[in-house]
């Protein structure tokens, strides 16, 4: 059996940390999925393709990990693409309490079963939403991005 993972987000933008997390997990999965939400309330159809191509980028030398766009449950996609796991970062105990409470219900609803993975101590202050914020007051993120 082929064991599949899907790591769900927004990825807006896709950061270090991120990257970080498919790295070390790509080995224990025969394919990962990188599954870019969307929501077309929030974002423009060129704002995911900029997104895929980032991410694209950031992982091409994984030969088994890919993007795909979704909507909807994250249950729906890890059932449409025959993946058993979902594949979570883990930054702080907040992360790990959302995260757990996530898990229990998609075990629950959909029998998916999830991995947490701690970011690396350098990468535990990286979050999406910090970047973008720095971002809109001119600072200069490059050193948070892959």
């Known amino acids: 059996m082929s064991e599949k993972a899907v790591f769900p987000g927004s990825f807006n933008p896709f950061t270090i940390g991120h990257l970080s997390v498919i790295e070390r997990s790509a080995p224990l999965f025969d394919h990962i999925f ?36 979704y909507s909807g449950l994250t249950v729906e996609i890890c059932r449409e693409l025959g993946a058993r796991f979902l594949l979570r970062g883990v930054r702080s105990v907040s992360d790990f309490e959302y995260e757990r409470n996530l898990a229990d219900i998609n075990r629950r609803i959909a029998g998916i079963e999830t991995l947490l993975l701690f970011s690396l101590p350098e990468h535990a202050a990286i979050s999406s939403s910090v ?3 720095l971002d809109s007051y001119g600072y200069d993120t490059s050193s948070f991005l892959p």
């Open 34 to 69: 990188v599954a870019v939400g969307i929501n077309s309330a929030k974002h423009s159809p060129s704002d995911n393709d900029n997104r895929i191509k980032a991410i694209e980028k950031a992982i091409e030398h994984l030969p088994n990990v890919s993007v795909v766009l």
């Open 131 to 133: 970047v973008r914020e």
